[in-house]
């Protein structure tokens, strides 16, 4: 019920045309509103600023502040309806409890300060009054909106409830209320984007240096990601920007938590609170309306990782509702045809994967053969029908807990087989031990049963069948040993397996290891009263504690002891890769939520016993393991588990540690792709998806097993064995030659520590690898190959002297000749280098030769770019400077184009060698052609620059460089200005000093009487040609261009009849074009 209208504004929130009358008055009475915030309230409404962006090529300043203003919601009542649910207090009342009221306090007791608006993000701080005697708390509040909706809001006060703080709220209301108060500017890429690059280095390191203990392990990543060219951040354009508003595709809709709302729904289901089922239907049911699921499905586009993940959880936490042991007949029968219903809608989601619904039960004996021939090697399991997110849930209806063997279980933890009497006395249902098993149906659907009894609150219940399916678990691994020892010869043999586990247990939908893990756990955390006891360790930096907690009747064991084995069973477990994208981040995923859970153990003696134990059996677990001897091709690789097991065992067993990392090293998709020592297909960066469609997370894959690679190599350092054992492994797994040279880059670092020793194996190791990656992108060139071979010269600098000659003497095998000639032998000379190695004369001198050897051999095998360096480096040498110089010439007649020779002509000059300055200009004159219309011709520079050095050395060089200009040049300008250049001064000096003319030379006498004759008859053949396709709009250039040839035609002693009779011959060729011949007699007579 809304308030009286006269209450309105005390406490009631204002509906969207009271606001926008407010802020209409504040514009001033009877004022209409302006164009521009009438056009940017409809665009805030319901364009992404993505697609204004997109539509116009450039939005105005000022356009984009209306926009970004007008994109926070105007209405008070969502605000309200967001954060207490639409609640209303009885007229008259206010309840103190409803966020909206509690905010509403705050805000008209003026806690609110420090607004800020930053494009489509809200921040502010609020204070809140603490307990008596106590001080006041303050608490940072930020929103993200866009279209007048929310989108997403944190607050500092941590609340874990359904819906919006009261802090959020306070801060909305200030924002819709004062408006206008409120400091706004343009999203922060803009305000980038006008920095320079020195501003953009002062501003990210004040931004580090102010927040460094909290963004600078981020800021390290984030830059050796952007260092990296395979990386993924590189693969996108452009990078997020927090303030700018959604993107066209992104969703647009209020944000509700939803992790907060399946906690909640959990909670209540562990209370056994019947609303936790009454807001499971209406929490499926809303988001069952997304309008954007249909769109989804027309497009055959896949949804979004934020949906996706919450559609996944929905169906688990509906197996956990179906599954529920206390319920009534007729509450499962009515959900079951809830979910029937809604299972049988076209927009309803499908589950992601290949996961079987119908996998093969748990069994003690259950030993699939590894060498079986009748299951193909890409054989995975596959399901046929449409499987929904709710498939397992109506599974589990056909489940229930009435299983006497079962309910023995559950009932305590001394069932035994003496216990059983006439019901359940199966001996296969326990194990040697006489600890009972779980046996008959899919691994994950037990592990189902213990995530049910714990959401349901029977904690107890849950640990007793963990035990029991674990027990399950290990009887069934030892015969599975036991068959792969008797089949062992025969399939190390064939060198392949099958994957003998149906489906993998890691990423799948129902988390069955997870569940395992997180029951176990649950069970050994310490109390929090236990963890107060360290007061020096605030509630934000507090570590999760565990205990070891004895498992009844199992003497010697502990729940956390469990948790660890199952991990690791479920993380070493080999399996195929899923099929689709989001499947496959699945497993990414859930691999590492489960090793961050096993990071927060402390391992003690106990544990690492256990870690031994376990590693060891992966290692011999055959086809059961992912770290078995031989692995089917499409296998998901073990690294991150690897990485995990290698740093916990390195401490107490190194060689285990290393044998372990070693084996799991292995990428076999690659390895069956790319026969040995055939490069990467794309050098620098990872594989690419068309070449393996299913495997999405390909990239991702190869630097997880770069990672575990560079783990052991820092681990190894001093150690000369393990180092060059792990150098093999790296060299025969790793195809990546990107990879490469950050494995390559990090072993440098970590051999070259500041202030002590280099470590000169790591050294060598690294240097091996870079020669590697040189050998590998040999032949494919990149901006990043100049990068790699400076690095690796510095690399070879480090070692010493030898290693810099031995790559200057191998380089065909490593450079092109433009890399060795310009980066490995200038930087292998450089004074810094020579510093840095401090060598004797002779050994300076000898890394010099091989050096100037290298540049020759450059210049013999690519003169075109590598002459010139090679005369550089060459200058301190004589005799290798002759024979630079003399490659020059014999390239000169093999083709060595005209520009190359013009550059290298000026260096001669530049040296004081004039005269093979002079022979090198001949030489490219000679190749030169330069047509009567290319007066613009990039060569005109050097044609100038060659006939002023052949004038400055004397009238013979001048005689001998004439014909060569009338046989290359053809363009009457150019002619004629050479010509005016010559007659200027007298020639210069010659080769012996002495000056050979007094005066200038004369332009109708020889030698430069020639190259008149050839710039008139250049002029006559011009006119032609143009006036052969001329039209009136070029008549006004023709006309000064003859003007341009009687100055030419003057130079000579008949000059002014040549001129005429050459004009009166046009006039009668060209007597049709009336308008031109009047032009040339107004201009010439």
Not at 316 to 335: D, F, M, Q, T, Y
Not at 524 to 549: F, I, M, N, W
Not at 824 to 839: C, F, K, P
Not at 1054 to 1070: I, V, W
Request: proline share 7%; aromatic share 6%.
């Amino acid at each position: 019920m809304d308030p009286p209208a006269a209450k309105r504004s005390r406490g009631s929130p204002a509906g969207p045309e009271e606001r926008d009358a407010g802020a209409g008055a504040a514009r001033g009475r009877g004022r209409p509103e302006a164009l521009l915030d009438l056009s940017a309230k409809r665009v805030a409404e319901s364009w992404a600023f993505e697609q204004v962006e997109e539509r116009f090529s450039r939005v105005p300043e000022p356009v984009q502040k209306r926009i970004v203003f007008w994109s926070f919601p105007r209405s008070e009542r969502e605000i309200c309806m967001y954060s207490s649910l639409g609640y209303q207090p009885p007229e008259g009342e206010q309840d103190a409890r409803v966020p909206f009221t509690r905010g509403l306090h705050l805000l008209q007791s003026g806690a609110v300060d420090r607004v800020l608006q930053v494009g489509f993000h809200l921040s502010g701080n609020v204070r809140e009054p603490g307990a008596p005697g106590e001080p006041e708390h303050l608490y940072h509040v930020s929103i993200s909106f866009d279209r007048c909706k929310i989108t997403s809001v944190s607050c500092g006060c941590d609340n874990r409830d359904l819906f919006y703080c009261a802090h959020v709220v306070a801060l909305s209301l200030y924002r819709i209320r004062h408006a206008r108060q409120v400091e706004l500017r343009l999203p922060i890429s803009e305000t980038l984007s006008q920095m320079n690059r020195d501003q953009l280095q002062k501003f990210v390191q004040y931004l580090i240096s102010a927040h460094h203990t909290e963004v600078l392990p981020t800021a390290q990543r984030l830059a050796d990601e952007i260092l990296l060219l395979g990386s993924e951040i590189n693969l996108v354009h452009g990078a997020p920007d927090p303030t700018a508003g959604a993107g066209i595709e992104d969703a647009n809709c209020w944000h509700l938590d939803e992790e907060q709302i399946q906690e909640q729904v959990r909670e209540m289901l562990r209370m056994r609170d019947s609303n936790g089922a009454r807001m499971l239907i209406l929490m499926t049911e809303q988001f069952l309306q997304d309008p954007r699921l249909a769109l989804w499905r027309q497009q055959g586009a896949g949804m979004t990782d934020k949906c996706r993940q919450l559609w996944d959880e929905l169906g688990a936490l509906w197996v956990c509702v179906i599954l529920s042991p206390h319920c009534k007949p007729e509450e499962r029968a009515g959900w079951l045809q809830l979910l029937g219903t809604w299972d049988k809608l076209d927009v309803c989601p499908l589950e992601e994967g290949n996961y079987s619904f119908d996998g093969p039960s748990l069994q003690p004996t259950m030993a699939p053969s590894p060498g079986s021939e009748e299951q193909d090697e890409g054989e995975v399991a596959v399901t046929g029908s449409r499987h929904t997110v709710f498939g397992r849930a109506l599974q589990a209806g056909d489940l229930h807990w009435e299983d006497p063997h079962l309910q023995r279980i559950l009932a305590g933890d001394s069932y035994s087989p003496s216990l059983t009497g006439t019901v359940g006395g199966d001996k296969s249902a326990f194990d040697p031990q006489g600890r009972p098993l779980w046996l008959g149906e899919p691994f994950p659907t037990a592990c189902a049963r213990v995530d049910t009894l714990r959401a349901h609150g029977y904690p107890r219940q849950a640990l007793r069948l963990a035990g029991a399916i674990i027990n399950t678990l290990r009887l069934q691994r030892r015969h599975q040993l036991e068959s792969y020892k008797q089949q062992k010869k025969e399939l190390l043999q064939k060198g392949a397996t099958c994957i003998t586990n149906p489906e993998g247990w890691v990423g799948h939908p129902l988390d069955p290891i997870g569940c395992l893990c997180r029951a176990l756990l649950e069970a050994c955390r310490l109390e929090e009263e236990t963890l107060s006891l360290y007061p020096d360790s605030g509630p934000e930096k507090r570590k999760v504690a565990y205990q070891h907690v004895p498992v009844p009747g199992s003497p010697g064991e502990s729940y956390l002891a469990l948790a660890l084995e199952v991990a690791l069973l479920g993380l070493g477990q080999q399996r195929a890769l899923p099929e689709g994208l989001y499947a496959q981040d699945k497993v990414v995923r859930n691999e590492e939520q489960l090793l961050a859970l096993l990071e927060e153990v402390d391992l003690d003696e106990r544990l690492v016993q256990v870690l031994r134990k376990q590693a060891g059996l992966l290692l011999e677990g055959g086809p059961f393991s992912g770290f078995g001897e031989v692995l089917f091709r499409e296998s998901v690789p073990m690294h991150t588990c690897a990485r995990y097991l290698f740093t916990a065992l390195l401490p107490h067993d190194p060689d285990l540690a290393y044998r372990l990392a070693l084996r799991a090293m292995r990428l076999p998709v690659l390895e069956t792709a790319l026969p040995a020592g055939e490069p990467h297909p794309t050098p620098l960066d990872s594989i690419p998806s068309n070449r393996f469609p299913r495997w999405f997370i390909l990239g991702h894959l190869e630097t997880r097993q770069c990672e575990l690679a560079s783990a052991m190599l820092t681990a190894a350092k001093g150690d000369p064995k393990w180092l060059h054992v792990v150098l093999g492994s790296i060299q025969q797994n790793i195809h990546s030659p990107a990879l490469l040279f950050k494995l390559a880059q990090d072993a440098c670092k970590t051999a070259t520590p500041a202030g002590a020793p280099p470590d000169s194996t790591l050294l060598g190791i690294a240097l091996e690898l870079g020669l590697q990656v040189m050998r590998m992108t040999l032949n494919t060139m990149t901006w990043r190959r100049r990068e790699m071979v400076r690095w690796l010269v510095s690399c070879a600098t480090e070692i010493g002297p030898q290693a810099l000659m031995n790559i200057m003497q191998n380089w065909y095998s490593l450079f092109t000749p433009v890399e060795a000639a310009t980066i490995v032998a200038v930087t292998g000379t450089t004074h810094a280098t020579l510093m840095r190695l401090q060598l004797d004369t002779a050994r300076r001198e000898e890394l010099w030769a091989c050096a100037r050897t290298l540049a020759l051999q450059c210049a013999m095998k690519d003169p075109q770019n590598c002459a010139l360096p090679a005369l550089t480096l060459c200058e301190k040498n004589h005799a290798a400077f002759e024979a630079a110089y003399q490659i020059v010439l014999d390239a000169a007649a093999g083709g060595l184009g005209h520009a190359h020779l013009f550059t290298v002509a000026r260096y001669m000059e530049h040296r004081g060698l004039p005269l093979r300055a002079y022979k090198l200009a001949t030489l490219a004159l000679a190749q030169l052609s330069i047509a009567f219309n290319q007066d613009s011709h990039p060569a005109v520079n050097d044609v100038l620059w060659a006939c002023s050095l052949s004038h400055s050395l004397g009238r013979h060089e001048l005689s001998a460089i004439v014909p060569l200009i009338i046989r290359s040049i053809h363009c009457a300008p150019m002619l004629s200005d050479i010509l005016r250049r010559w007659t200027l001064s007298a020639p210069g000096l010659g080769p012996l000093g002495a000056r050979r003319a007094a005066k200038p030379l004369g332009a109708d006498r020889a030698p430069l009487c020639q190259l008149l004759d050839a710039a008139v008859a250049a002029y006559i053949t011009t006119s032609h040609s143009r006036l052969t396709h001329i039209s009136p709009r070029h008549y006004g250039d023709f006309i000064e261009f003859l003007g341009k040839a009687r100055e030419t035609f003057l130079l000579a002693p008949d000059g002014h009849l040549q001129f005429a009779q050459f004009l009166e011959n046009l006039k009668q060729t060209y007597k049709g074009k009336k308008k031109l011949m009047l032009l040339v007699r107004e201009r010439f007579g």
